[in-house]
């Protein structure tokens, strides 16, 4: 895949893995500026070990990510946060501290130039939050909490959110109050990598890659997915 003047993402031919055992395998993925994607896959297809790469918390052995056109690969996690990438994974908030907290210390650590006007602006986008403000966060029901992990995520005004299973651990009622709130996200101009094992949201993506056994196996968009049958069973259950 030649560079993509117009990605804001580029995996090419990335392998990754840990010790001896290698989990991908030349995985390709791009991200366009403002636009959500898929990454689905099943249990252990390599999701984690894939955004790790990107942000930088494991190295790719091989292959090439660049971010904005810059070659990232062997850059430092945090230089590539602050080139607008954030990673949110399942233990984004600290239970004890209070929501306001939580929010102000990712806007802080993420080197936001006005953490306080960015407090007020999430609040705006996630009105729950503000209500709650003073309330320890381990006091927030499970979709709310996930809410919380984004805003936080979201406090360096990052140009692209990268999502480790947003669904985990939520009810059906919870993961739709999450897309709701990443369907408000969209049309800001902030771009969503979302790996999910939760077809649910195929509803927020405008493309999806699927990846099995550590290589991807289809990229396209939701509605070629669908058409394709053999990805339809697997991934939808039978017609
Ligand atoms: N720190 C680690 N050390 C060794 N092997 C690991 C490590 N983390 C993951 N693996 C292995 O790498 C493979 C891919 O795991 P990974 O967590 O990337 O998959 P996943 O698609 O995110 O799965 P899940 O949906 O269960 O989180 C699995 O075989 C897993 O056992």
Redesign the pocket.
Known sequence: MPPDATALLEAERVDAG?GT?Q?LWGVDLDVRAGETVLLL?A???????FLKSLVGLIEARNGHIRLGGEDVTRMRSSDRMKRGMTYMSELAVFPDLSIEENIRVGAQALGHADPGARVDELYGLFPVLRDKRRDPASSLSGGQRKMLGIAKALSADPKLLVMD?PSAGLSPLFVKEVIRALTSLQGRGLALLI?E?NISFLEVATRVFVLEGGRIRFSGTVAEMSGNEELHRAYFGLK
């Open positions: 840990y055992m989990v896959g249990n252990g297809a390599g999701k984690t070990t299973e790996a094992q």
